[in-house]
Each structure stands twice: as C-alpha cells, then as structure tokens.
C-alpha cells in the first residue's frame, strides 16, 4: 500500500523536476539542429545557438519537448547591417494540415533601415492573422527577449516584456474563430531566405556577397505544460497558466500598439473589403 505522506513527496518532487527541466534552458539539452548541414551551431556549453545562412541554405532547429500551454522565453540577436531578404524565426507549431501556430518572424532589411516584427497566429489550419510591428531598439545591436505566453484563455506576444499583442480565446463566444487548446506544439528557430517577398514587398533582394548571415540564440526557457499532462500542470505550474492582462497590463498593450504597430489585418480594407475577420471586432 502506498502510503499518503510518501506519495505526497514523490508528487512534489515531480513537479519541481518538471519545472526544473522546464527553465534550465541549455540549448544542448532541449533542442536539435534539424537542418543547415553545420550552419547552426551550439557554443559556450549550450547557452548561445547561432543559425546561419549563406546562398546554399539556412538553418533552422526545433525543441525536443512538446507542449500544450506553456512561456516560451527567446533572447535573440539579429543579422546586422544588410540583412535584406532574410527572415529570422522563433515560433511555435504542431503538425498537420489543421495545425495550430503562433509565430514571431523577423524580417531583414537593407543596412539602416528597420526590421518589420511580422506576428501571426494560426488556429485549425487557419492564419492570415498578421501584425507587424517597428521595434523601440536595434534589434541587430543586442539580444532582447521575445515571449509567448500561450493558456487556455489567450495568446499574448512580449518584447522585452511588453505585451504587444494578444489573441483572445473567443471559442465559446464567437463563431468561427477556434482557439488552440489541443494539439501539442514545438518550439522552432530558423534563418532562411525571402527575398522574393520580405523586405520592402521583395524589391530589396539578399546581397549574397554579404554572406553568411548569423543570428544568435540565448536564454531560451520553455515553462510549459507536457502534451500528456496538462492538468497536473494546470494545479502545479506557474503564473502564466492563468495569467490574464489586468488593467495596467490592456493599457501597455494598447499602448506599445498605437506606438509600434505598423500592420494590422483587422483593420487591411483591402483583404477584407466585406469587414474584418470575427476575432477582430470582439471587445
Ligand atoms: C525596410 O525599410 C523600409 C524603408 O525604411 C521600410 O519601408 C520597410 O517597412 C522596412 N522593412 C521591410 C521588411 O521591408
């Protein structure tokens, strides 16, 4: 017969294992280079991931763990001076054709002139959900830390711990607008080229003379629920779980996005001209 105290103990030693693991952070431990043939790089003992890209490919590397629910905390160094065409990336992703998706992309641009914080959010297979935004720092001078937050009632975007958007779960209240709350997802970085598209709608091409082009990884923590046990992680797990933007935090929010925000699809009349998508007009 187990006995109570004993189990009590064990149950508590698990959790803090679990959360141990959870922000530890050590790339050599939690992720994998999947790709680049060599361009992506582990250094200093697991605490600096680099991915480059030169004319024959990128590179790119995905978390071992799977999650459902969890912050993702990402401190990351872009390509400096003439990053025109590349795109670098820090996202979340399950699989499949109905998959969910929740993703920072950032996207280069000639020397001098700013980055585009391109951010969307796919439900069911379904995205065209972008924002962009203009960042208050160079993003190629130093690491800054980029954040999702992803709980059963929203989806919310960090930049140095500002929020700079959110997407509501609006599942029960609003027709059409699924929220992701059952697939399991990986993190995922990448580097790669578009320069068919990314900078200035793709009429700044790569200047692969300028190759290759780097961007580093650090203080990566994935506080997250396992795919398997999102309940004991929901009654032993941390703020964020049901963490929800109090006052102070709708105001920064509103803020950051009347100031940053560049792009917004809930407001493009041009792809909507019958009105903005269902998400977008819920208060
Ligand atoms: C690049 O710089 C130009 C000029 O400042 C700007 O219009 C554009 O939005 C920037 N970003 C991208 C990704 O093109």
């Not at 029960?172 to 709350?181: H, I, N, R, W």
């Not at 041009?270 to 009105?275: A, E, I, L, S, V």
Request: with cysteine; hydrophobic share 35%; proline share 5%.
């Amino acid at each position: 017969m187990a006995s109570g105290p004993k189990l009590i103990i064990l149950r508590a030693l698990c959790a803090a294992a679990v959360l141990a693991a959870a922000v530890a952070g050590n790339f050599n431990q939690d992720v994998d280079i999947t790709w680049g043939d060599g361009r992506g790089k582990i250094l200093n003992g697991g605490n600096l991931l680099t991915l480059s890209m030169d004319r024959s490919s990128g590179s790119g590397f995905q978390s071992r763990s799977q999650y459902l629910y969890g912050r993702f905390d990402m401190q990351l160094k872009l390509i400096p001076g003439d990053s025109a065409g590349t795109v670098t990336t820090f996202y979340l992703s399950s699989q499949g054709s109905q998959h969910d998706e929740i993703d920072f992309e950032f996207l280069g641009n000639a020397s001098g002139e700013p980055y585009t914080v391109h951010t969307n959010v796919y439900s069911q297979g379904k995205g065209g959900r972008e924002q962009q935004f203009r960042m208050w720092f160079d993003p190629t001078m130093g690491f800054h830390t980029y954040t999702v937050v992803w709980n059963p009632s929203h989806i919310v975007f960090y930049v140095d711990g500002t929020p700079i958007r959110e997407f509501r779960n609006l599942a029960g209240t609003v027709a059409g607008v699924p929220f992701p709350t059952s697939q399991p997802m990986r993190v995922y970085a990448s580097v790669w080229d578009a320069e068919e598209w990314a900078t200035q709608g793709g009429r700044v091409k790569t200047d692969w003379s300028k190759a290759p082009f780097v961007a580093s990884y650090r203080g990566y923590a994935a506080a997250g629920c396992t795919a398997n046990d999102v309940a004991s992680c929901a009654r032993s797990n941390g703020a964020w779980m049901f963490q929800e933007l109090d006052a102070a935090g709708k105001a920064e929010l509103k803020r950051a996005q009347a100031m940053y925000m560049i792009y917004d699809y809930c407001t493009d009349k041009y792809r909507f001209p019958q009105g903005p998508p269902p998400e977008c007009s819920a208060k």
